[in-house]
């Protein structure tokens, strides 16, 4: 045997005892796509979360640990794609933290993000892993005076010409002005603001999502007396709350509904009062 061929031959050994090490390393380059093996070469998943806690997505003790459906949820994720979670809990708005995202300063927004046309325009979304119903909050005194009964709310609501109230920014603004389009909104600085509003009499009603007037009646149980509930049935009203990923990240978004395929049927506002009910007990 000449001394080339046995070269090359020695070349080939090397190159072929190597390929274990290299793809156990992921440096092999083309066994993961780059959105999937940026993560893995990093060792982290980056998730973006809503500063404010909201029972029951997301919740920090007094230690700081964070805990409910959302952050179980991330964690679970960066668990089955064998890395460490990194947690950015700067947004202050919802759309804030769509930017996050969008900017590739996080790879996914995972926070209660109801899926809208305007922020798809920036990030992909997953599909739903919760849903959740709209819930008109109505002034009783001032529903009554407007003849509003309730009893055909969706009518109703497309025939009324009261004032709304509902927060700057946030996806139940697009809600409420698709439900009463013949209404005028008064938009406020935050939810707190929009059910004084309404308890008040400013405005006549407001929308909001089930978990979320729960929260709120749960924090003031003497307002049920006079605001009145009435939540939306109807499927074509329901809010979706998706996983943002970054435009660029298409393989990471078919593995993320992939993962809710197999492990996450998606759950509603009873089954996350059901599984966190010690959040709910006083």
Known sequence: MSMFKKLFYRLCWLCLISLPAQAQNGTAGTLLPPDIQKIKDRGSLQVAMYSKDVIPYLMADSMGQLSGNDVDLARNLAAALQVEISIDRSAKTFNELVDLVASGKADIGLSLISRTLGRAEKVRFSHPYVIVRPVLV???????????????????????????????????????KAAFPKASVLELATWDEVFNAVFEGKAMATLRDEIGVKNYLMKYPERSVQLKTIPITDPARADGLGIAVNSNSTHLLSWINLYLELNYPTRSAEDLVRIYAKYYKK
């Open 138 to 176: 109505l002034n009783r005194l001032t529903a009554s005076r407007a003849g509003f009964d309730g009893n055909n709310p969706l009518k109703e609501m497309a025939l009324f010409r009261g004032q709304l109230a509902e927060p700057k920014g946030n996806s139940y603004i697009d809600f409420a």
